[in-house]
């Protein structure tokens, strides 16, 4: 029983040097399924001028296309409830944009959101850490405690940021990245403290396999882990990710990880971890030429790839993310989140 939302907008083995954290031993156990009441339904909002929205029955096999929420860029989705989903972007004018369903994806409407403090960017990214805690994060960091219907400004340091990425590690902690930055919050979104990235290097994504341990990922190869919930960073060291752009990581299970990105040539790459993120390695992609953009996951084996430059792209897996075929979908324009209500979390909620 699987729901999903998309968002319309060689083999090399890598290592992690000694400089890594020892891991928290994790079990499938801390991890809990949000499932949804309508059978492998699933849901896509294209990130284009009239944001269509795609929709499935059978885990991403077979797509159809709906009326789309026109005149906004969507740049994530996320499903809080079995039928509440809340997608986030920007206007024409790149203010910042939300848009909240209750019925699993067949109506849309608005939602009010605080002024972005720099224009031109809107809303990237949006997590819940339980059905109501929610946190939107772009040129602002907003929160929710009512399941997205509203939303407050948060406190944090006033000078110039902006974040691609918001993940929870419990109902209350949870951590941002964008650029260099990295913030953390421990009240559900309220306040955010700055705490130090070892790399200064952009950061595009972060995703928790539990309370303790954390990786985020970013340009230039970039992979860092934490071990004490984001408090603190350390750089795994990789060979030659160098040229890789991550834009998106997700785990499938407490150990099990896939991340995707493309190179200066649009060349895209596929990398996995079976052990929690302390080692990578690059799986085959027969789809290198396809520019990809986001992964999720709904469970252990089934997950989704989005993307598209000036096309559509859909990949699917059925065995964690080993290997991945191509969707045909009625779409060509590039999608650029997916969301599952059945995803993993590392912790119960």
């Given at each position: 029983?699987?729901?999903?939302?998309?968002?319309?907008?060689?083999?090399?083995?890598?290592?992690?040097?000694?400089?890594?954290?020892?891991?928290?031993?994790?079990?499938?156990?801390?991890?809990?399924y949000?499932?949804?009441?309508?059978?492998?339904?699933?849901?896509?909002?294209?990130?284009?001028?009239?944001?269509?929205?795609?929709?499935?029955?059978?885990?991403?096999?077979?797509?159809?296309?709906?009326?789309?929420?026109?005149?906004?860029?969507?740049?994530?989705?996320?499903?809080n409830?079995?039928?509440?989903?809340?997608?986030?972007?920007?206007?024409?004018?790149?203010?910042?944009?939300?848009?909240?369903?209750?019925?699993?994806?067949?109506?849309?409407?608005?939602?009010?959101?605080?002024?972005?403090?720099?224009t031109?960017?809107?809303?990237?990214?949006?997590?819940?850490?339980?059905?109501?805690?929610?946190?939107?994060?772009?040129?602002?960091?907003?929160?929710?405690?009512?399941?997205?219907?509203?939303?407050?400004?948060?406190?944090?340091?006033?000078?110039?940021?902006?974040?691609?990425?918001?993940?929870?590690?419990?109902?209350?902690?949870?951590?941002?990245?964008?650029?260099?930055?990295?913030?953390?919050?421990?009240?559900?979104?309220?306040?955010?403290?700055?705490?130090?990235?070892?790399?200064?290097?952009?950061?595009?994504?972060?995703?928790f396999?539990?309370?303790?341990?954390?990786?985020a990922?970013?340009?230039?190869?970039?992979?860092?882990?934490?071990?004490?919930?984001?408090?603190t960073?350390?750089?795994?060291?990789?060979?030659?990710?160098?040229?890789?752009n991550?834009?998106?990581?997700?785990?499938?299970?407490?150990?099990?990880?896939?991340?995707?990105?493309?190179?200066?040539?649009?060349?895209?790459?596929?990398?996995?971890?079976?052990?929690?993120?302390?080692?990578?390695?690059?799986?085959?992609?027969?789809?290198?030429?396809?520019?990809?953009?986001?992964?999720?996951?709904?469970?252990?084996?089934d997950g989704i790839?989005?993307?598209?430059?000036?096309?559509?792209?859909?990949?699917?897996?059925s065995?964690?993310?080993?290997?991945?075929?191509?969707?045909?979908?009625?779409?060509?324009?590039?999608?650029?989140?997916?969301?599952?209500?059945?995803?993993?979390?590392?912790?119960?909620?």
């Amino acid at each position: 029983m699987k729901t999903y939302i998309v968002v319309f907008l060689a083999s090399l083995t890598i290592y992690a040097t000694s400089c890594r954290k020892e891991i928290e031993p994790v079990t499938e156990s801390v991890y809990d399924y949000n499932i949804s009441e309508i059978p492998n339904l699933g849901i896509v909002l294209e990130a284009g001028g009239a944001a269509h929205f795609l929709k499935t029955e059978d885990q991403g096999v077979n797509w159809t296309q709906s009326t789309g929420y026109p005149d906004n860029l969507f740049a994530s989705v996320v499903l809080n409830t079995p039928n509440t989903a809340v997608a986030v972007g920007n206007d024409a004018s790149n203010n910042a944009v939300a848009i909240i369903s209750d019925d699993d994806g067949k109506t849309w409407q608005p939602i009010s959101v605080p002024t972005s403090k720099i224009t031109g960017t809107g809303l990237t990214s949006v997590a819940f850490g339980s059905s109501l805690s929610g946190i939107a994060v772009g040129s602002e960091l907003v929160y929710s405690g009512d399941g997205g219907h509203s939303w407050k400004k948060s406190s944090y340091p006033n000078y110039y940021r902006v974040f691609t990425s918001v993940a929870f590690s419990s109902p209350t902690n949870a951590v941002a990245v964008g650029y260099s930055n990295i913030f953390k919050t421990v009240d559900a979104g309220a306040n955010w403290t700055e705490v130090n990235n070892p790399t200064k290097s952009y950061l595009s994504s972060v995703a928790f396999t539990s309370t303790k341990n954390g990786i985020a990922v970013g340009y230039n190869g970039t992979i860092l882990q934490t071990a004490d919930g984001g408090t603190t960073w350390t750089s795994i060291i990789t060979n030659d990710f160098s040229d890789i752009n991550f834009l998106s990581l997700a785990f499938s299970s407490a150990t099990q990880g896939i991340a995707v990105g493309n190179d200066q040539y649009q060349t895209s790459y596929i990398v996995q971890t079976t052990d929690a993120g302390v080692s990578w390695h690059i799986v085959d992609n027969p789809y290198s030429n396809f520019f990809l953009a986001n992964v999720n996951f709904s469970n252990a084996a089934d997950g989704i790839i989005v993307g598209g430059y000036n096309n559509s792209t859909i990949l699917k897996t059925s065995n964690g993310g080993t290997t991945w075929q191509y969707i045909n979908h009625p779409d060509n324009k590039p999608l650029t989140s997916v969301a599952f209500s059945t995803h993993f979390t590392p912790y119960n909620y």
